[in-house]
T-cell receptor, first 115, second 115 residues
Framework: TQLLEQSPQFLSIQEGENLTVYCNSS?????LQWYRQEPGEGPVLLVT?????EVKKLKRLTFQFGDARKDSSLHITAAQPGDTGLYLC???????????????FGAGTQVVVTP | DTGVSQNPRHKITKRGQNVTFRCDPI?????LYWYRQTLGQGPEFLTY????????KSRLLSDRFSAERPKGSFSTLEIQRTEQGDSAMYLC?????????????FGQGTRLTVV
């Protein structure tokens, strides 16, 4: 069983500050997704990374995939209260077509941005 | 709305009762997944379908759980003889089956409380 660890578990910051959350595995991902989840709702897909070293930007969010495809980070610049939520990374290690799409999630990082 | 739809959103049931949840995936997606999420944890994989075929079931899915996708469209998840430990958010997700595409789109979930 591949373990997927997220850190920190909880992050509380003031509006305007920057933050970074991390996602690590002992195994090489075939792909990795980041999701944001709000209380009582399902996760919402933010980004998918596939290529080692890949960097993707989504407005104030920057996603990096490690060169070895075992780790990823999410950086938020000038955080706003609307960024508050549970940030989940989810990895796929599928090598066969049957495995594609089956995701293993980390426990998440709860981010709270106060005005 | 063309997203994944789950019904009901909330279900409270007495221990020992049976419950059934429904998921309507995005119409062109032929893969459908069920996940379970407990407080403070990320979603855990339960089972998935490609069209009407159930391709994999997690060890988390005890004999009291059964899932169907009879015509390759909507899916149902039934829990028989519910126990308090079944209380959780049950999430459905769908994805298109394309080579190397591992993105999953989630519904809003069904929150089950067993009293």
């Amino acid at each position: 069983t591949q373990l997927l660890e997220q850190s920190p578990q909880f992050l509380s910051i003031q509006e305007g500050e920057n933050l970074t959350v991390y996602c690590n595995s002992s195994s090489v991902f075939s792909s990795l997704q980041w999701y944001r989840q709000e209380p009582g709702e399902g996760p919402v897909l933010l980004v998918t990374v596939v290529t080692g070293g890949e960097v993707k930007k989504l407005k104030r969010l920057t996603f990096q995939f490690g060169d070895a495809r075992k780790d990823s980070s999410l950086h938020i610049t000038a955080a706003q209260p609307g960024d508050t939520g549970l940030y989940l990374c989810a990895g796929s290690w599928g090598l066969t077509t049957d495995s594609w799409g089956k995701l293993q999630f980390g426990a998440g990082t709860q981010v709270v941005v106060t005005p | 709305d063309t997203g994944v739809s789950q019904n009901p959103r909330h279900k409270i049931t007495k221990r020992g009762q049976n419950v059934t949840f429904r998921c309507d995936p995005i119409s062109e997606h032929n893969r459908l997944y069920w996940y379970r999420q407990t407080l403070g944890q990320g979603p855990e994989f339960l089972t998935y379908f490609q069209n009407e075929a159930q391709l994999e079931k997690s060890r988390l899915l005890s004999d009291r759980f059964s899932a169907e996708r009879p015509k390759g469209s909507f899916s149902t998840l039934e829990i028989q003889r519910t126990e308090q430990g079944d209380s959780a958010m049950y999430l459905c997700a769908s994805s298109p089956f394309r080579r190397s595409n591992t993105e999953a789109f989630f519904g809003q979930g069904t929150r089950l409380t067993v009293v």
